[in-house]
């Protein structure tokens, strides 16, 4: 599996280097406890997923030949939601604007 970061990272409040520490670790797949990853749908149903980062280590994920766009990284369950709900809102926007 190769992960993918968005140009434009969502985070809760990381400084830009303990998100280049956090992203650097998880290109090389070490363990990493209290992360949570916003991401693009794996399968074609989904806006935007969730997901522990540590259950990207196991073989069912690991196996899979695919790549994992992340668009954010939380520390929490509950800041993954925030931050899930403030994307929503950005693109939400985004996109009004863009139709004015």
Request: proline residues 3%.
């Amino acid at each position: 599996m190769k992960f993918i970061f968005s140009d434009k990272l969502y985070s809760d409040g990381f400084t830009e280097k303990k998100l280049k520490s956090i992203k650097s670790q998880i290109q090389k797949e070490k363990i990493k406890i209290g992360i949570f990853l916003i991401t693009l749908p794996l399968v074609e149903d989904g806006i935007l997923e969730i997901y522990w980062y540590p259950e990207f280590l196991q073989p069912a994920y690991k196996n899979i030949d695919q790549e994992v766009k992340i668009i954010g990284i939380a520390g929490s369950r509950e800041d993954a939601f925030s931050l899930v709900e403030r994307i929503v809102k950005d693109v939400g926007v985004y996109h009004i604007e863009e139709s004015l």
